[in-house]
C-alpha cells in the first residue's frame, strides 16, 4: 500500500516552454501533497505543500507564479513548470500524506527528471 | 525544526549489520524520528519510525535511546540493494514537513 507515482519519469523541453509533472496517490486519498527539488549531488529541498482545494504554501525563495501547483482531487497534484530554463534543470519529487495519518510519514514518488535545453 | 548529525559516509560489507547513528538532540518531545533512504535516481523511500521505544520492521530496526537525543537504524544483514543515502529525520509536528539533510551515503561491498 501507500504507493505515489509521478509522470513523466523524465522529460526534456526546450528553453521557455511549460512543463507538466503529475503526482498520483494511487492507493489512498492524499490530503496533503508536498513538492521537492533536488540538484546533483544534493538533499531534497522542500518547494511548496499543497492541501486539496486549496492554495500551494511555496517555500521562501520559490517562485510561486513560475512553479504552479495543483491539487484538485484526493489523489491529484499537479506541478507546472512555466517557462522553464536551463536552472530548473533538476529532480522533482512529490510525497504524499495519506488522510487520517498521524504520525507524518510521507510517501514518495520515483521523481521526475527535468532537462531544459 | 531539530537539527541532525550523521556521518557523510559509511561502509558495510555484504551480509554483515549496519548501524547508522544519528544525532538529534533539540528534538521536541513530541516529534517521531523518520528514516528514510534514496537510492540513485530514486524518490526517498520510508524505512522505520518511532516515538521511545525500539521498532522493528521487515526492512530495519530503531533503536532510539533513552533521552531520545540520538538514535541509530540496525540493518541486519546488509546487501548490495541496501547501498543508498540513508536521512534521518525528525518531524516538525504539526507542520508535518520533512527537512531533509545531507544524510549517510552507505556503500555495501562485496
Known amino acids: 500500500g501507500a504507493v505515489v507515482s509521478q509522470h513523466p519519469s523524465w522529460v526534456i523541453c526546450k528553453s521557455g516552454t511549460s512543463v507538466k509533472i503529475e503526482c498520483r496517490s494511487l492507493d489512498f486519498q492524499a490530503t496533503t501533497m508536498f513538492w521537492y527539488r533536488q540538484f546533483p549531488k544534493q538533499s531534497l529541498m522542500l518547494m511548496a505543500t499543497?492541501?486539496?482545494?486549496?492554495?500551494?504554501?511555496?517555500e521562501q525563495g520559490v517562485e510561486k507564479d513560475k512553479f504552479l501547483i495543483n491539487h484538485a482531487s484526493l489523489t491529484l497534484s499537479t506541478l507546472t513548470v512555466t517557462s522553464a530554463h536551463p536552472e530548473d534543470s533538476s529532480f522533482y519529487i512529490c510525497?504524499?500524506?495519506?488522510?487520517?495519518?498521524?504520525?507524518?510519514?510521507?510517501?514518495f514518488g520515483p521523481g521526475t527528471r527535468l532537462t531544459v535545453l | 525544526d531539530a537539527k541532525t548529525t550523521q556521518p557523510n559516509s559509511m561502509e558495510s560489507n555484504e551480509e554483515e549489520p549496519v548501524h547508522l547513528p544519528c544525532n538529534h538532540s533539540?528534538?521536541?518531545?513530541?516529534?517521531?524520528i523518520h528514516w528514510y533512504r534514496q537510492l540513485p535516481s530514486q524518490g526517498p523511500e520510508y524505512v522505520i519510525h518511532g516515538l521511545t521505544s525500539n521498532v522493528n520492521n521487515r526492512m530495519a530496526s530503531l533503536a532510539i535511546a533513552e533521552d531520545r537525543k540520538s538514535s541509530t537504524l540496525i540493518l541486519h544483514r546488509a546487501t548490495l540493494r541496501d547501498a543508498a543515502v540513508y536521512y534521518c529525520i525528525p518531524t516538525s509536528g504539526s507542520a508535518r514537513q520533512l527537512t531533509f539533510g545531507s544524510g549517510t551515503q552507505l556503500t555495501v561491498l562485496p
Open positions: 499543497s492541501n486539496e482545494g486549496s492554495k500551494a504554501t511555496y
Open positions: 510525497s504524499a500524506i495519506w488522510w487520517g495519518q498521524s504520525e507524518d510519514t510521507q510517501y
Open positions: 533539540t528534538i521536541s518531545g513530541t516529534d517521531y
